[in-house]
């Protein structure tokens, strides 16, 4: 049966959004990233996106208490339509979370809760370069180039030890994600069996 519980990992503009986005599509999953649901609080004005908001200008993580309970009540609202039979998603793509071991942790905690577990860990792969080009042309708030420096060191530090840790459970695959968008999807797509 096709994997439908997934994980991206990857460095900012990896692309880990665009295939996500279309690959939640295509298979009817729950896309959820916690980028684009901060960016939606931020815009909101809401209390949660007013205390995000000067963290994701700098290029740092929110508090892992914060984003936990984004990503807990979607997860939660999800297992609890499922269980009354109500049509929607059956699987998950999570883009964007975890971001280090402690929201790791908190994630196989409650998806033990919930007994969803992790099928499947794509780990896009791309050059700094490459990455950083992305990112300049796209233009989003965060995207100019000391803020992208610093957002790539804090994925080396804080994320990147997540490779280890998935490689050691026997869930990641790394995927080249230099290409056309249409190239990396198929990369990803053939993984899904
Ligand atoms: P988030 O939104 O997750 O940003 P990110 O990880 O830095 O990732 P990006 O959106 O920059 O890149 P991406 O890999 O998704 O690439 P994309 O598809 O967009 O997080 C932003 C901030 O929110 C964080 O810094 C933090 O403050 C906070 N945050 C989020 N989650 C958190 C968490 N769990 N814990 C704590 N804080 C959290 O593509 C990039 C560009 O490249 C686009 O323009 C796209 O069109 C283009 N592109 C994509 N694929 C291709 C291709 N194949 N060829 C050419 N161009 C391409």
Known sequence: MTKQRLLFLGPPGAGKGTQAQQLAARQGLLHLSTGDLLRAEVAAGTPLGQEAQAVMARGELVSDGLVLAIVRSRLEQQAASLNRGEPGPRGWL????????????????????????????????????????????????????????????????????????????????????????????????????
């Open 94 to 193: 999570l883009d964007g979370f975890p971001r280090n071991l402690a929201q790791a942790e908190a994630l196989e905690a409650l998806l033990n809760e919930l007994n969803q577990p992790i099928e499947l860990v794509v780990l896009m792969e791309l050059d700094d370069g490459v990455l950083m080009q992305r990112l300049l042309s796209r233009g989003r708030d965060d995207d100019n180039t000391a803020v992208i420096q610093h957002r790539l060191e804090v994925y080396r530090q804080q994320t990147a030890p997540l490779i280890a840790h998935y490689r050691q459970q026997n869930l990641l695959e790394p995927v080249a994600a230099e290409g056309s968008v249409d190239e990396v999807a198929a990369r990803i797509e053939s993984l899904l069996q």
